[in-house]
């Protein structure tokens, strides 16, 4: 083995850093002309320009000048919030830092069998700098001097192993012969995504007991029958396939970083504490590691960690099917993943089709709450559903709730306006349609219909509103008026019962959207969570009789009755100091969780065998989907809606809420029966996921809009 005679790192090199520094500044503003022609190639940019030119053409025709207005502006101009951020325009950016982590990229060439320079490019290409490149040569030990000059060229170090030494042993070698605090090995060959390295090295880092790391790869994306030769099948395939999976990989929620028992595979990063502790190959006294896997074995038992980041994309050379474990390995993380990303493929197309139908529409959505809440949290996940489609989807909620609004929103992606309710109809103008999502914001869209040219008005009707008041109360009728108020407006709900409850009582016809969830965020985080004890989680909300409290906490304590040890209950949605709860406490071991948001809700359901919905009824039952898509099994009401997403006996366990009977059974048949409990959490988790907001956000379009 020989190397070359200078194998000082790259970034010592006085002119590396400025050539770098230019490399990377060409790229970002290929990136800006690439947002830009797209921005310009929109039809809803286009339509703009031509309008503003017809605008200054009149203008100038009848003297009224050329200056270009802008929105109506609101009585309370401060009230317009500009959003942290629109996702989706495609993948979550690779991180932007890299701690004082210096990295070597080992690209392993097999003699003979690579294409110089074309499998090398791609290193180059997508690879952001700091990074010192080293070509490690292994085979036949022939036809080399394409790649003595590639690394001249691109100033790579060169490590030139003798004849007859093939991939894990020259693997270990690079290893070996790397100074970095990291390093990645990587295959002549291997498609790359954009920003693997930045999400590799975020991954090590995240945890210092983190040893090696592995990417997404296609076998992880394969369906759980498929065979190392199928492991792609279905995916798209080449670079630009490469590209779409590694951006559709890294688009939604932050990354879990699963952890997995053995890495290998054609794109592999390395710690080199780990290598200091476990020797370095065949030739350390016959006592070292022999592959990749070996590597990762004897790691393992010295107390490290392997993971993949769950980010990142890479797929293997054509031909090569070395990729670690069989696809998924158990994990039920990976298997979240996997579901959610060929459902990605599908996510993108409706996009895409969407775009091409209503790109440049305006929809603003009137949404008075206080708190978080399902319907809110429903709402503004479509929006931004839309705004990812071209829309420009808005929400405006009351100005008196604003500052709590923003306590339990603080990272909204959604452009928000604050308005009093005479203030929405100006603050709706220049809007296509108008949506209101409650009973009381109904009234408030009155003198938009009597406009001379009104938008489109819709009512999304999220629950029977007048069953939530007693029979002849004021709030009871103007619930029930809210469906015959507005002339042509067009009225739709999330799910069949729902529609049936307002055409049979309130006689008028109400669309079916379909029923949605946040499936990016509420997924499986964590692997299936011990099982010396069944744990359930419930939602106690005093605040809402129809949800039965006190019949919750009957249900488990009635199960802690007959299990007694073996179950560990759980509460949510309600502060523990809360006098209201504080009267409906029960005498029994229970924990209560409070008011949770997004990301300690997501953790309490992956760490929740089963979750009980012992309300009256539920209209669609969002916690529900939630629970399911993190991986429990869902104890719903019989009555309401949560037929259109839940079977019984299939993903989930429907009983009669009207006594505590059916569900007090319910829970101790799923603590006696391990098989059956894993059996519905494994179809619920897999059967939720096409119901993410973009399927609805395209039929609520259509109902406002048609096939326009």
């Known amino acids: 083995m020989r190397s070359r005679p200078d194998t000082t790192p790259m970034t010592r090199d006085p002119g590396w850093e400025l050539r770098h520094e230019l490399e990377r500044a060409r790229a970002e503003l290929r990136a800006a002309r690439e947002r830009i022609a797209w921005m310009e190639s929109s039809r809803f940019w286009k ?127 690079g290893l070996a012969a790397s100074r970095a605090e990291l390093a990645a090995v990587v295959e002549a060959g291997a498609v790359l995504g954009p920003g693997w390295l930045d999400r590799l090295v975020a991954c090590a880092e995240s945890d210092g007991r983190i040893g090696m790391v592995r990417p997404l790869g296609p076998g992880d994306l394969a369906g759980p029958a498929a065979g190392p030769g199928d492991a792609d099948a279905g995916l798209p395939a080449g670079p630009a396939g490469v590209r779409l999976l590694a951006s559709i990989v890294a688009d939604g929620a932050p990354p879990s970083y699963p952890r997995i028992e053995e890495v290998d595979g054609p794109c592999v990063l390395v710690r080199r504490g780990l290598l200091d502790g476990s020797g370095r190959g065949p030739e350390a006294g016959g006592h070292g590691p022999r592959s990749l896997a070996d590597l990762s074995r004897r790691s393992r038992l010295a107390g490290w960690q392997s993971a993949v980041a769950d980010d990142a994309y890479v797929a293997g050379p054509p031909g090569n099917g070395v990729w670690g474990p069989a696809p998924g390995g158990g994990s039920r993380v990976l298997e979240g993943k996997r579901l959610r990303v060929r459902e990605g493929l599908r996510r ?120 939530f008041f007693p029979e002849g109360s004021r709030d009871h009728q103007r619930a029930w008026d809210s469906y015959t108020l507005l002339p042509g407006v067009r009225r739709f709900a999330k799910t069949e019962w729902n529609a049936r409850e307002v055409e049979t009582r309130a006689g008028v016809s109400c669309s079916v959207v379909g029923p949605s969830f946040d499936a990016d965020l509420f997924r499986p985080v964590e692997e299936e969570p011990p099982t010396e004890t069944l744990r359930v989680a419930a939602m106690v909300r005093p605040s809402t009789p129809r949800r039965q409290p006190a019949l919750t906490l009957e249900v488990l304590e009635r199960a802690h009755r007959r299990l007694g040890g073996r179950l560990e209950a759980t509460v949510f949605g309600v502060s523990e100091d809360d006098p209201a709860y504080v009267a409906l406490k029960r005498p029994f071991p229970y924990g209560c969780a409070g008011e949770l948001h997004d990301s300690a809700l997501v953790s309490l359901l992956n760490r929740t065998h089963v979750f009980l919905d012992a309300s009256r009824y539920q209209a669609m039952g969002l916690t529900a989907m939630e629970a399911m898509g993190c991986g429990a099994t869902a104890i719903v009401p019989s009555a309401g809606g949560a037929g259109s997403f839940a079977e019984d006996g299939r993903n989930a366990v429907f009983v009669d809420t009207s006594t505590a009977d059916a569900a007090v059974d319910a829970i101790e048949r799923l603590a006696d029966s391990p098989d059956l409990r894993a059996r519905l959490a494994r179809e619920a988790r897999a059967s939720v996921v096409p119901f993410h907001p973009e399927a609805v956000a395209g039929r609520v379009l259509t109902v406002l809009f048609g096939d326009a």
């Open 348 to 467: 993108r197309r409706l996009r895409e089709e969407c775009r091409a139908r209503f790109e440049g529409r305006r929809v603003l959505f009137v949404l008075p709450v206080l708190d978080r809440g399902g319907g809110a949290n429903v709402v503004l996940s479509e929006a931004r559903a839309m705004l990812r489609m071209g829309v420009d989807a808005r929400v405006l909620n009351l100005a008196q709730f604003r500052e709590g609004f923003l306590r339990s929103y603080p990272d909204v992606e959604v452009p928000l306006l604050f308005a009093a309710p005479s203030e929405i109809p100006r603050a709706a103008r220049g809007f296509d349609a108008v949506v209101a999502t409650a009973f009381s914001s109904v009234e408030w869209l009155l003198p938009l219909s009597r406009s001379a040219t009104p938008p489109v008005l819709g009512y999304y009707v999220q629950d029977f509103e007048p069953s």
């Open 47 to 173: 339509a703009r320009n031509a309008w503003w030119s017809l605008r200054e053409l009149a203008g100038g025709l009848l003297g009224l000048g050329t200056r270009r207005p802008g929105p109506p502006p609101l009585p309370r101009p401060e009230a317009l919030e500009a959003p942290a951020g629109i996702p989706g325009r495609g993948a979550r950016p690779s991180p932007a830092w890299r701690t004082g982590a210096n990295v070597d990229v080992l690209v392993l060439v097999p003699d003979g069998r690579a294409r110089v320079p074309e499998d090398l490019d791609p290193v180059i290409r997508h690879t952001r700098p700091p990074y010192r490149l080293v070509l490690v040569a292994h085979g036949s030990g022939e036809g080399r001097d394409p790649l003595r000059g590639f690394s001249r060229t691109q100033r790579a170090d060169l490590l030139e192993c003798e004849e007859g030494v093939e991939r894990d042993a020259a693997i270990l070698r």
